[in-house]
């Protein structure tokens, strides 16, 4: 139904409203009478979506919709296209990557609404002020914009100005005082000894929302703080002033009170933030009760300030802050208010942070009642801090305490309370044990407490209730029995070192273990309730489970345990049959020899992946995979020579990575039989030499990666579904399937000189679904790409290519005009270590073309600056990338997408990695 409106909508409206679709075969004519026009945004977008559009069009309205932050946009539209519009109101670039707007943009006199938010622009043309009906002028995000233009006093219809997070601009330009028709604007910088003074705010009285006021060091004159009447502007909802707390002037200090003072708003101000504020105490309006709508305060960086203001008397304060207030040493009476029967009494999250020099907490008066609704306390970075904390804190449901070295810490015991952290304290104390308890803990979390030891646990009854525990870096803990915690559901403990022994309680579910090096055993095998454990950097340990794992266990990650040989020793059972194992995961485990003392997996393991085990030379002693195993991950077991002998029929195997193990001569047989199967990769298998089964594989395969296999001889035959096949470093490949490559490749990458020799007698152009293609190390005698002879071409590319990439082909000099001339689709063409290559084509790249990335081609690179041989070929292509110092990584964000895994067991290995560097590509 929703379709069925939205089609009705379009149909009606296109007369006037345009939606250009993704899918451009699916679109109605465009009329020149369109005057609403709206797309969803592509990464990239090139000529080839605008063409279509007639030249006489009168748009009012250009709004890509930015479902994606960043985007690529040609300089045809903002350069060529778009200042023909002249009766446009809406014009939004949000989020493209445009470094600069050309000075045309002045004659869209019209103009209303203008978004360059999140672009790359450093300034805007002066001719921008003359947009003398522009209302909307948005540049959020703009972190390389420097100024703002200096006649934008022009502007006298702008209503609303958005420079958020845009840190570059110093000062605003002297024309900000005479827009008196803003109502939003975000910041305001004031400059120093310039024009650019707060005193230009003065005749802004129509702004709301939220104002944030910077560079305040450099109001030196009272009168002129005075002159910005933010009194007068009733209706601000926040108000944030900065100055830059590093700033040493005694000038700057001695008058900031006074300023500051000046700088009060109207008493209807929700939310305050002052970050920086020079002065050593606060004005007289600063937690005045008359502020009765202030609901959030946050002091910030005033590390001169020695006392607080009476921030207790506001009536609706729910959220204070306090940060990095370094001179101040006692918090008392004054922080609640004289006399002031409930201070706090809104008050529901309060925080305290890096305030170096505080010492003393002084409570409030006993007869009053002190914070009666807050519900999160959180003291950190207090290192001088002692003493009692308050007491009256009845509805408190989070209590935090993080890195107040002289703070005994009591436990407190409140009703509602659920989640306590205490972390690099003193110490903790317990009050009376038999008053203790936690009825609504699930959380409790005690790091970094030296004191804590297995006594002082025993003694603390109220554990019993905790359901959720972390103990992090207690030294002196050297055991944790479960008779103390009948309700965990989830135990994380790290860096005890000397933790020996865990007894674990049934009802556990969920076990995180890290960085306990004196861990000499652990059961787990009485954990009914197990679902998920993880064990790392325990290298004392040797096994996991003394007995067989727990039934109900899904999920078992281990890494970096040094001495493990094996995870369970079942002692007479003879199999882990019992276990539900489904996920295994084991890395970095030097020792380890099995998996488990009966040698078995259990017949229910889903996913097994093994990393770095040096010593494992096979996953099982009967050399077999259980037939529920759906994928399977090796690398870097250099031992290991078989993964299996034989492959059942009814097995599961779908994902099959194999990567770094230098033994490996060869993959199961039976391959071919599993109609599950869709991807192998085989990566850096120095001795593998064929494939099972006369190199058959079954139709179910879609994608084949093979790479640094430099025995194999055969190039794998009869894959008629592949879509996906890489084969590179495998120079000894000589034997090749009369019947070519699979014709339903998508994609291809392949390399060597023996391999596109044959790919080149076979034909590219057979490939007709071919979309990708990479070419890593070509044939020595080409100097043009693709090869020409006598004007002929020795390899045409398919036309379905949207993605080509040339790679290390060293002594091509050109681009071929023929080779790329029936190029239709190309949107992405990738160049890299080509040093001879000087030049694209000569009648110019493809139109469809959205992205250029041209890297180590020194000459060519020379040839592309603006104004070069080759400029007029790639000025409108959206994205060009030339010699980027991260021009890899768009490459690996797209694989990372589609396998993440693989490029993480990639570079593992550094070895390769750096043999890559040496000849100048990685490894795939």
Known sequence: ???????????????????????????????????????????????????????????????????KKRGYLTNYIPNCWL??????????????????????????????????????????????????????????????????????????????????DVDLIREMPAGIKELKSLQILSDFFVGKDTTSKIGDLMNLDSLRGTLRISNL???????????????GKKNLDALVMKWKPELDDLQVAGSSLDILEMLRPWTTVKEISIDGYVGAKFPTWFGHPSFSNMVLLRIERCKKCTSLPAIG??????????????????????????????????????????????????????????????????????????????????????????????????????????????????????????????????????????????????????????ENLTIDNCKELTSLWQDEFKSLITLDIRGCSSLVNISLTSTLRTLNIEGCSGLKSLSISNCTCLEKASIERCNSLTLISRGQLPQNLKTLNISD????????????????????LEDLFIERCPSLKCLSSSGDLPTTLKRLQIWSCIELTSLSSKNELPTALKDLYVYGCPKMESIANNLPNNASLEYL??????????????????????????????????????????????????????????????????????????????????????????????????????????????????????????????????????????MTLPSSLTQLTIWSIPNIVILSSLGFQNLSALEQLFIRYCPKL?????????????????????????????????????????????????SSLPVLQQRLASEPLNIILEFQNTEVISKCAENGRMPF
């Open 838 to 886: 000087a030049s694209l084509p000569e009648k110019g790249l493809p139109p469809s073309l959205l992205r250029l990335d041209i890297y180590e081609c020194p000459l060519l690179k020379q040839h592309c600056k603006k104004g070069g041989r080759e400029w007029s070929k790639i000025a409108n292509v959206p994205c060009v990338e030339i010699d980027y110092s991260y």
């Open 1 to 67: 139904m929703h379709d069925l409106i939205n089609d009705l909508a379009q149909w009606a409206a296109r007369g006037l409203c345009y939606r250009l679709e993704n899918i451009l075969d699916k679109q109605f004519e465009i009329s020149t009478k369109v005057r609403h026009f709206s797309y969803i945004r592509s990464y990239y977008e090139g000529m080839k979506k605008f063409e279509d559009f007639p030249k006489d069009m009168h748009l009012r309205t250009f709004l890509p919709l930015p479902i």
């Open 83 to 164: 200042p023909q519009l002249r009766c446009l109101r809406v014009l939004s670039l949000c989020g493209y990557e445009i470094v600069e707007l050309p000075s045309s943009i002045g004659d869209l006199k019209h103009l209303r609404y203008l978004n360059l938010s999140n672009t790359r622009i450093t300034s805007l043309p002066e001719s921008t002020t003359s947009l003398y009906n522009l209302q909307t002028l948005l540049l959020k995000g703009c972190n390389r914009l420097i100024k703002l233009p200096e006649k934008i006093g022009n502007l006298l219809n702008l209503r609303h100005l958005d420079i958020t």
């Open 217 to 231: 060091e450099n109001v030196l004159d009272v009168e002129d703080a005075r002159r910005a009447n933010l009194i």
């Open 561 to 580: 345990c040094e001495n493990l040989q094996f995870l369970a020793d079942e002692g007479e059972a003879s199999s882990n049959s019992s276990s539900l």
């Open 313 to 466: 008397q506001l009536p609706s304060l729910r959220d204070l802050a306090l940060v990095g207030l370094s001179a101040v040493e006692i918090i008392g009476l004054e922080f609640y208010g004289e006399d002031c029967p409930k201070p706090f009494q809104s008050l529901e999250t309060l925080c305290f942070e890096d305030m170096q020099e505080w010492k003393d907490w002084i409570p409030c008066k006993v007869e009053y009642e002190e914070f009666p609704c807050l519900r999160e306390l959180s003291i950190s970075q207090c290192p001088k801090l002692q003493g009692k904390l308050p007491h009256h804190v009845p509805l408190l449901e989070k209590f935090s305490v993080n890195g107040c070295e002289q703070l005994d810490v009591s436990i407190p015991n409140f009703p509602n309370l659920h989640t306590l952290e205490i972390k690099g304290c003193k110490g903790v104390v317990s009050r009376r044990t038999d008053e203790l308890c936690f009825p609504k803990s699930t959380i409790l979390s005690i790091p970094y407490v030296k004191s804590l030891t297995e006594e002082f646990m025993h003694g603390l009854h109220g554990f019993a209730k905790v």
């Open 657 to 794: 990575h194999i990567g770094s193990c230098a033994e490996l001569k060869s993959l199961p047989v039976g391959l071919h039989k599993l109609c599950h199967l869709n991807k192998i990769e085989i990566w850096s298998c120095p001795s593998f030499v064929s494939f099972p089964d006369g190199g058959l594989f079954p139709t179910s395969l879609r994608e084949l990666s093979i790479a640094g296999c430099e025995k194999l001889e055969a190039w794998p035959n009869c894959m008629p579904n592949l879509n996906s096949l890489r084969i590179v470093d495998c120079p000894s490949v000589i034997y090749f399937p009369e019947e070519g490559y699979p014709t339903s490749l998508t994609s291809l990458s392949f390399g060597g000189e023996n391999i596109c020799k044959q790919v080149t007698v076979w034909g590219l152009h057979r490939l007709t679904s071919l979309t990708s293609l990479c070419i890593d190390g070509g044939i020595p005698d080409w100097q043009s790409f693709p090869d020409e002879q006598d004007g002929k071409l020795t």
